[in-house]
């Protein structure tokens, strides 16, 4: 088990350019999570798939984010025409249910965007 | 819909304990997750209740759940310096299956020496 995984670490851009993150969950995991933390704000969350399937998405900042995993594994998250705003942390999480019945997430070190 | 409300700083003296508090506002079965960050950090699950719960103790961390205040509780005993850190509470409604967390904006701990 090596963890969430997430590629670039770092990512600086010019407006209006398109950017694409890579998340790779813990193996046995079946959900994905794609977040976004801006500086002093907790997770807000994007979208996320159970196996290769996105099951919410309404919660996409608009339409210039997409996400996708396409064979269940890991996922990519891209924001077309990027703008300033965009810039904060992208963070990646995975889960499976517990014995509980809890979904335990456990998060990637995440992407930071910067775009100038 | 969901909202989770933290104080935003905390400082306590090292080996004095330290009691992070959160507000949740969702009325149907839900966890209720504690997070640590560090700094440049993803988040690092620390332990989580179910709302039928009222405590939870696992090593240095104790949670406590008010179910009728809606306030959630993180005790950590003998707070290091390694505790610094910014926690994020969350709650996960059950109803739906979806079970996407709502994060609170985090209590930025600071432990002196």
């Known amino acids: 088990d090596t963890g969430v995984s997430q590629d670039p670490r770092h990512k600086i851009t010019k407006r209006g350019q398109n950017v694409t993150f890579r998340c790779d969950p813990i193996?046995?995991?079946?959900?994905l999570y794609w977040y976004r933390q801006t500086l002093g704000q907790g997770p807000e969350f994007l979208t996320y798939?159970?196996?290769?399937?996105?099951?919410?998405k309404s919660r996409l900042l608009s339409d210039r984010f997409s996400a996708e995993r396409p064979k269940g594994s890991f996922s990519t998250l891209e924001i077309q025409r990027t703008e300033q705003g965009d810039s904060a942390m992208y963070l990646c999480?995975?889960?499976?249910?517990?014995?509980?019945?809890?979904?335990?997430?456990?998060f990637g070190p995440g992407t930071r965007l910067t775009v100038t | 819909g969901e909202d989770v409300e933290q104080s935003l700083f905390l400082s306590v003296r090292e080996g004095d304990s330290s009691v992070i508090n959160c507000t949740y506002t969702?009325?149907?079965?839900?966890?209720l997750y504690w997070y640590k960050q560090e700094p440049g950090a993803g988040l690092q699950l620390l332990t989580y209740?179910?709302?039928?719960?009222d405590m939870k103790q696992d090593q240095r961390l104790t949670v406590l759940l008010n179910k009728k205040d809606k306030h959630l509780s993180l005790r950590i005993a003998d707070t290091q310096t390694g505790d610094s850190a910014i926690y994020f509470c969350?709650?996960?409604?059950?109803?739906?299956?979806?079970?996407?967390?709502?994060f609170g904006r985090g209590t930025s701990l600071i432990v002196h020496p």
């Open positions: 193996s046995e995991h079946n959900r």
């Open positions: 999480a995975s889960s499976r249910p517990s014995g509980s019945g809890a979904y335990e997430q456990y």
């Open positions: 209740i179910f709302s039928n719960m």
């Open positions: 969350a709650e996960s409604p059950t109803s739906g299956g979806s079970y996407i967390p709502t």
């Open positions: 969702d009325s149907s079965s839900t966890y």
């Open positions: 798939f159970q196996n290769e399937a996105q099951l919410e």
